[in-house]
């Protein structure tokens, strides 16, 4: 039988199709990632690494530092590998739609985690939700403030679906809470916490009555948590982040920071490799996986420090 090849996109999907190969014939995966800086991205590459390598399957992966036209190139480059499936989590908005778009000119399905192009979906799309955890971690911080204060929202990059669904969520969560006024947004391009450090110090200089801070990731949050010491200001200052990175755990059980929303990124690796093996088998596999994230507190965090999800 031809083999047909696969793309795992980690990022978004909205199809099934069936391609006729068997599970048994995929050798080879690419999987290609934003950047190796964040954990989040760490945790999903070593979890398909891992699980794919369990099942003899050799995975191909590479890291587009956060350049899209420099992904758009890789992913063209892994083309030419005889992979069976390509895994991929966008890079940035604005260069979403190539990939796929490549794969299904090559018979390719796609599979995507974390992020979608809506106008060039994968097949399945597998990702953390977003809005309603979004909104556990801002009314956990609003409820420590007393329900009253000054908050500003550190984004992720701008348009990609974690940082738009999050910020529904806040958003919800400060309309619900009438006491709390948003002061001020400011956007992120690599989730970074010396970026959650620069945004966090600027805007407290700008605004020292916050006592509210949401960063849309735990190393913007880390970042602005060491703004916020470094500030000299007497009040407290709540600060939530989100996806449960490695590093924040141990931070929130030290006092660092308040909340996150700790995501199941090791499970979402294991479930891409699945995913695309059924679709390379010619399977069905449901258009969306969304797996919620959990609140995350001091009360909580050492589950998730010994066996993080």
Partial sequence: MKI???????????SVISVGASAAEIEKIGLAVPNLSANYFIQIKESVEEYATKKGIKVITVNANDDSSTQVSQVQDLMTQNIDAFLYIPAGAAAATVPPRLARRAGIPVVNLDRNAETEPGDTFIAGEGIKSAYKVCNHIIDLA???????IIHGQKGVTPEVNRTKGCEQAIAENPGVKLVANQWSERWSQDEGFSIAQNLLQAYPKVNLIFGQADGLA??????????????????????????????????????????????????????????????????????????????????FIADHP
């Fill in 146 to 152: 007393g329900g009253k204060g000054e908050m500003i």
């Fill in 4 to 14: 047909k090849k696969l793309i795992v996109m980690c990022a978004f999907t909205t």
């Fill in 222 to 303: 880390m970042g602005a948590s060491k703004a916020v010491a470094a500030s000299g200001l007497n009040h407290r200052i709540f600060v939530g982040g989100y996806d449960g990175d490695t590093g924040a755990l141990l931070a929130i059980k030290k006092g660092v920071f308040d909340v996150t929303a700790t995501q199941s990124t090791r499970s979402m690796g294991r479930l891409a490799v699945d995913s695309a093996i059924k679709l390379a088998a010619g399977g069905q596999v449901p258009k969306e996986q969304i797996i919620d994230a959990v609140l995350t507190t001091s009360a909580n965090v050492d589950a």
